[in-house]
């Protein structure tokens, strides 16, 4: 299920509120992007996404200047799913 699109309007006007801290909902969103589920991570980079290309600069610029960064080298999907085996055909 895709992220709210409710929430995702509501986070992109918070972004262009005087009064949001722009610091704190960015980090917010990286600190999502660190959760062990990978449908909330998922969720937290479409919502970054979003805030990118229809929020308010300053929530770029903050990323940008940011030390704050995604560390996304440790995730794993835990879950146990696996891909289909790839063989010969046989008929």
């Known amino acids: 299920k895709p992220p709210n699109v409710f929430w995702n309007a509501y986070l992109i006007h918070c ?3 005087p009064n949001v801290s722009i ?5 917010l969103l990286i600190e999502r992007s660190q959760n062990t589920n990978w ?4 969720k937290a980079l479409i919502t970054v996404h979003h805030m990118l290309c229809y929020g308010n600069e300053r929530f770029t610029q903050y990323l940008a200047s940011s030390n704050s ?3 996304l080298s440790n995730f794993l999907d835990k879950s146990g799913v696996q891909g289909a085996r790839v063989g010969p055909v046989s008929k």
């Not at 610091?23 to 980090?27: C, D, H, R």
């Not at 449908?39 to 998922?42: C, G, Q, T, Y």
């Open 39 to 42: 449908v909330v991570v998922f």
């Open 69 to 71: 960064t995604f560390q």
């Open 15 to 17: 972004t262009n509120e």
């Open 23 to 27: 610091p704190q909902l960015a980090n």
